[in-house]
Structure formats: structure tokens, C-alpha cells
């Protein structure tokens, strides 16, 4: 049997740098009353909505990446061609293939670099972020890209009142690269695949594609709508409030810190309210600085947590050298917990 060559990848890696890009329209909640029957208040309430961004048709997903990767790059220091590996997370890029990470990777002027795409719902950027983080270690890249973007104005349905209020668009990025000391702790992830039918797509492509009208949900004026991502809402609410504060404490328990040693908490940006909860059941401590986004970004899904990272480094309200437990959740039901170092 033939004996391999051991890897030759650095010790621990660690966040670099960070960008982010946000849609130039800013959608208020007036905008979402006009097709549902609700109010600001309600919508404020239940969720702490305020804002959200929407793309326009020249923010695509590849163009957003770019944006935000670009940022990333100049705020590690680095160039593009240093990049051995481009991770893109995303459920919005609607040509099936190629990868949409292919095309970011050849935009940004990387030298070849290893690119793909992978579909992890709200906690895409945490699987991405492990991923990037064992190809370091292992040595099969020293510089790698992991981008969270989606379009989800594109897949909203603005007529169902639980849900049309929610999805923002945006696109956040992070470089991995080596480091000396574990600046990316141990990865808490996995799903509960009985739940995946909660948050889901309203059809399949296939059954929009074949257009048969008994089949598919119609608008107001017996229009087919386009297929939109549908929840339940108060599963989901529970399961994340009850659920993600076990799995979030066990990310604190693997790295070996306990909530005192916490700068900051930057958890998936989906409802001001279990942010809330997750807060008060882990007994988080009051100099812990907690991302709220949501506020003005939405829910971005596979975005969230690196634009959230991202607007709080850049407002000063957290700072390079910080301890930030991330924690991702959403259709799958899958999750990710982790704890870093901020860039």
C-alpha cells in the first residue's frame, strides 16, 4: 500500500477580512402594506422590521458577490489572486448551473481558484466558513473566499401576510486564511431533516415549469404566482427559540469559553424576537454586544451573519480582536454554531 504525503496546511485559520454590499433601494414597511392586510406597528412587533433593501435588475447575486468580496479582500490585506478557494452559499441563484461561484471566482481575477456552490438555507455561511476552514488545515488552499448572498426579494410572495415582510437582499463575504493560534472554534452543525417541510418552496420548478393552473398558487387576480418560500411560522419561531439556544451553548462549551468571555453575539438576523430569546436564555451578559440588522437589513438568509458582521465592525460597536459566537438556522432544518476571533 502505497504511504500518502502528509498535509502541509497551516495550524488553525481565521477571519481576515470582511464586506458587504446592500441593494441601493430601501424598501420601508409602507411598501409591504400595500399587498397585505397588516400594519408598521404588527410588522415592528412580531418581527423588529423596519427596512429592508431590495436588488434591482443589475444587482444580480454574481454582481452583489463581487461587491462584497472585493471589500473583503482589501480589508485582509490581500489580492485576488491569492484566493485558492471561492464558497458561495446562496438558494436565489436561479441558473441552476454552472455555479455561480465560478463566475465570482473568474470576476474578481482569481488565479483558478476552487469554486463552488452550496445551498445551506439561513446557515449556508456557517457550513461555508467550516468548509473554508478545513481546506486551510488540510492544506489545498491558504486564501479562501466564503460569500453568503441572496435575491430573496425574487422568491417573497407579496401577498402572503406571514412571510411578505421578511426577506431582504444582500451579500456579505469573509476571507479564511492561515493562522498560528485557533481563531475559528469547533463547528456545532447538523439538521433535523422531519422538520425540512416548515420552510420550504411553494412548488417545485418542475411544476411551474409544466404551468398546470389546478396545480399552482394564483395572486389576487387569478394570475400563477411565481414559486415563493412558504413557513410555519410559530414551528419555526419555537424550535429556534428552544432549539438554538442549546446548540449556541454547546458552540461556547467546544471552544471552551462561557458566555463572560463573549464580546459579541451575532446570531442569524430572521426575527428581532428570538435574537431576544436566544439572548435572555443563554444569560448572555450585558457587555455582550448583540447584532441587530434585522432592523434595517431583514432576513438575508445565507447573508446575514457576515452583513451583520460586517455593519457592526464598520460602526465601531465591535472591534478587531473581539469573541463573537455565530450562529445560523433555517430550511432543513439545518443549523451551524461557532465561535471566532473578528477580523
Known sequence: ???????????????????????????????????????????????????RHWANDEETVAAMSVEASGKAIADAGISAEQIGGVIVSTVSNFRQTP?????????????????????????????????????????SAEYVLVIGVERLSDLTDLEDRATAFLFGDGAGAVVVGPSEEPHIGPTVWGSEG?????????????DFRIGDVSKLPLDSEGNVKFPAITQEGQTVFRWAVFEMAKVAQQALDAAGITPDDLDVFIPHQANERIIDSMVKTL?????????????????????????????????????????????????????????????
Open 194 to 206: 422531519d422538520k425540512s417541510e416548515t420552510i420550504k418552496q411553494t412548488v417545485r420548478w418542475t
Open 283 to 343: 444569560k448572555l451578559p450585558e457587555h455582550v454586544t448583540v447584532a441587530r440588522d434585522v432592523r434595517t437589513t431583514g432576513n438575508t438568509s445565507a447573508a446575514s451573519i457576515p452583513l451583520a458582521m460586517e455593519r457592526l465592525l464598520a460602526t465601531g460597536e465591535a472591534k478587531s480582536g473581539d469573541t463573537a459566537l455565530v450562529i445560523g438556522f433555517g430550511a432543513g432544518l439545518v443549523y451551524a454554531a461557532t465561535v471566532v476571533t473578528l477580523p
Open 1 to 51: 500500500m502505497a504511504k500518502l504525503k502528509p498535509s502541509k496546511g497551516a495550524p488553525y485559520a481565521r477571519i481576515l477580512g470582511v464586506g458587504g454590499y446592500r441593494p441601493t433601494r430601501v424598501v420601508p414597511n409602507e411598501v409591504i402594506l400595500e399587498k397585505i392586510d397588516s400594519s408598521d406597528e404588527w410588522i415592528r412587533s412580531r418581527s423588529g422590521i423596519e427596512t
Open 99 to 139: 455555479a455561480v461561484a465560478t463566475e465570482i471566482a473568474d470576476k474578481l481575477g482569481t488565479n483558478k481558484a476552487a469554486a463552488f456552490d452550496i445551498s445551506a438555507g439561513c446557515a449556508g455561511f456557517g457550513y461555508g466558513l467550516t468548509l473554508a476552514k478545513g481546506m486551510i488545515v488540510e492544506g
